[in-house]
């Protein structure tokens, strides 16, 4: 049997016979995994849980198609014991406030953050190098996929600097614009950031946005100028934006490959050298900030701290300060980025700690976690999580509903920003009404629950919540309150009911090679944005702010930005709060009764366009029948748009 390759994750990928596999089995496990899937030849033939005991392994031999043959034979089995219930726990009592630091890696998307991380842990020893090491921190198969990272990850790296041993708290946060209330959060847990930027592409409009949050947070900021292996790498040009961008001098920045480990070494004794040590409250009792958590089946919420006073041990009764709840403590430890138990975490440490919290609702990130009998003034907290973005979920079969259902609450389980609530239809029967913090988040969950739950779903058309101010007593009473968000268009109130409507708006930036200047503006006019700044930030480069409506960048604007400007157009947007809007519902009509799943909000100026676009997909997406269909568009009894779609019976 020969070994191909062990994952930190949930795969174990071999070579060999069943009588190889059995003798595997005998030998513990190099990892801390709770599900083992085994594969044998790209076919998945055997899947083991750690046992409730957690101290064996239980499954079952996978026939084709993942049926299940033969149950594992318990005498093998029960000497299969999980690598880290033999692990001493550590002692970081060693690891005094003055020789850590907790850093974050922060860039546009693909300048390289997980790729330097992966250098980092392997020069610290925490991974063996290893050519299959990519992007070791990302470990949802759909990061992998797309090449994104989705969930920020922890790992503690031990650094010995000058002869003496440090310990360095790196943060893996995401790049796309739809997760930066990832970023925020774990920054909130550093005092310094290494400010990621690809040497080719330069400053992007991400790059800014990162850096403001970071500039904002009154961290310290090291440049890394990654990628200067390759051909078109320019460090110099990009030295000279950030020091016209960010003040920043030329001679701080780092230039690096971390590709291929050029100079990265360097990186690690400036993260030493120039990061300032966690400030912690002398003499506090314990007080951490919980930036992050994860669900695990047998041990509840697995929750992410950083301690910032005091510390905490097993036994502890601890309560987070937001929800007021008490727990005891079961464990805490360090993330490396496995999961390493330890005696006790001290003040200025970063690591996890789990209690019992049955979901991730529960350890709203953000909370301020202390003892029970010693409680301590709560960290300024983090706002939850604001979906943006909309839509409707609905099982492609109905008998599919409480399988998803299933699928739906464990997914939410470890992704608290989704906000759920129950939806139904006349078509597509029961079903939810989702919140996402963005587009691409929302095609990251779904695809999340097709690949790890095999659940095939219909998403509505995506929305974004408008407001109304009510002017109807009745309504108001009936409501509650005066302003009311509306999340699913079909609830949108007349006109006459109303004071005023409001549109959720972001201020988008734009940064571009200026030859697409014209193209980019025309654009975003179509768009109904307001230019709000203008600026050269190298000889041909440009960055353009502009106040968008959210709804008219929601669907396709990334896209569109990006075709025309060959991809070289980057994009990020912040929320800018609300603004009035004379906006429209808008009702398709088919054979004159209306389809309450495809009501449309638009704004009164687009309707006409907007209707017309919704019927014509309509017209060449229905299968065609018998006799003739009229699609029409409606703004209340007035029509806007028609397509009639012929019968087959016509024309014989
Ligand atoms: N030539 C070269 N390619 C690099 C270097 N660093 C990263 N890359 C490549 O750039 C791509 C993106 O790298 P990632 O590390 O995934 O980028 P990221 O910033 O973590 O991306 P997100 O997780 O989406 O935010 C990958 O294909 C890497 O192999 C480098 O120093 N040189």
Redesign the pocket.
């Known amino acids: 049997m020969s070994y191909i390759e062990l994952h930190w994750m949930y795969e174990v990928f071999f070579i060999g016979s069943l009588d190889g596999l059995w003798r595997m089995l005998t030998v513990p496990p190099r990892h801390t995994a709770r599900c083992l899937h085994l594969w044998m030849w790209k076919h998945p033939v055997c899947t083991l849980h750690r046992h409730l005991s957690g101290r064996r392994w239980t499954g079952g031999i996978l026939g084709g198609r993942g049926r299940l043959l033969q149950t594992l034979y318990p005498a093998y089995l029960s000497q299969v014991t999980p690598y880290s219930s033999k692990k001493e726990r550590i002692d970081m009592s060693e690891y005094n406030v003055e020789y850590i630091r907790n850093f974050s890696?922060i860039?546009?998307?693909?300048?390289?953050?997980?790729?330097?991380?992966?250098r980092l842990l392997e020069i610290t020893g925490c991974i063996p190098k290893a050519a299959s090491n990519?992007?070791v921190l990302?470990k949802l198969q759909v990061?992998r996929e797309?090449?994104?990272?989705?969930k920020a990850q922890t790992a503690s790296l031990f650094y010995t600097y000058q002869g003496k041993k440090y310990l360095l708290n790196l943060i893996?946060?995401?790049?796309?614009v739809d997760f930066s209330y990832e970023v925020s959060r774990s920054l909130s847990a550093c005092q310094g950031v290494l400010l990621?930027v690809?040497?080719n592409e330069g400053i992007q409009a991400q790059t800014v946005a990162n850096f403001y949050l970071a500039f904002e947070a009154q961290l310290s900021i090291i440049p890394v100028i990654?990628?200067?292996?390759?051909k078109n790498a320019d460090p110099e040009r990009v030295e000279k934006q950030i020091e016209k961008m960010f003040d920043i001098p030329a001679s701080d920045c780092i230039r690096?490959?971390?590709?291929?480990g050029?100079n990265v070494e360097r990186v690690l004794e400036e993260v030493v050298t120039r990061l300032p040590p966690p400030k912690i409250e002398e003499g506090s009792p314990f007080k951490a900030l919980l930036f992050d958590s994860t669900f695990d089946h047998y041990r509840g919420v697995i929750a992410s701290v950083a301690l910032f006073g005091g510390e905490v041990c097993k036994g502890n009764k601890i309560v987070l300060a937001h929800s007021g709840k008490c727990y005891e403590v079961n464990e805490v430890g360090i993330l490396t980025p496995e999961e390493v138990p330890a005696e006790k975490l001290y003040a200025g440490q970063v690591g996890y700690l789990t209690a019992g919290m049955k979901d991730v609702q529960e350890a709203q990130i953000g909370d301020t976690v202390h003892l029970l009998k010693q409680p301590v003034e709560p960290l300024p907290g983090f706002k939850p999580a604001k979906p943006m973005v909309f839509a409707g979920m609905f099982p492609v079969d109905q008998s599919e509903y409480s399988n998803l259902k299933g699928a739906l609450e464990k997914l939410t389980l470890n992704d608290s920003s989704v906000s759920v609530s129950r939806d139904s239809s006349a078509a597509l029967g029961a079903g939810w009404r989702l919140g996402f913090l963005g587009l691409l988040h929302l095609e990251v969950f779904n695809q999340r629950l097709e690949q790890e739950y095999n659940a095939s779903v219909i998403m509505t058309s995506p929305t974004v919540p408008y407001k109304a101010v009510l002017s109807s007593p009745k309504l108001i009473k009936e409501y509650g309150e005066e302003e009311i968000t509306i999340v699913n268009p079909s609830e949108f109130p007349d006109k006459s009911l109303v004071k005023e409507y409001l549109e959720p708006m972001i201020l988008g930036t734009i940064i571009s090679p200026d030859e697409y200047l014209s193209k980019i503006m025309s654009l975003c006019q179509t768009r109904r944005a307001e230019q709000k700044s203008f600026l050269y930030i190298d000889e041909h480069r440009i960055m353009m702010k502009y106040l968008f409506p959210l709804n008219e960048v929601v669907v396709d604007f990334y896209d569109n930005l990006k075709s025309l400007s060959s991809g070289y157009a980057s994009f990020d947007y912040e929320d800018a709060g609300y603004q009035a809007a004379d906006l429209v519902k808008m009702d398709i009509l088919l054979n004159g009764r209306a389809v309450e799943e495809l009501v449309t909000i638009a704004h009164r100026e687009k309707a006409y366009g907007v209707g017309k676009a919704i019927c014509e997909r309509l017209r060449d997406a229905i299968p065609r029948q018998l006799f003739e269909i009229a699609v029409q568009a409606s703004i209340g009894s007035r029509v806007i748009a028609r397509e009639t779609m012929e019968g087959t019976s016509q024309g014989r």
Not at 107 to 118: E, N, R
Not at 256 to 260: E, F, W
């Open positions: 890696i860039a546009h998307v693909d300048h390289g953050k997980s790729t330097l991380a992966d990519k992007q990302d990061e797309r090449g994104i990272t989705v893996d946060t995401p790049g796309h990621v690809d040497a990654n990628k200067i292996d390759l690096i490959s971390a590709k291929l050029t």
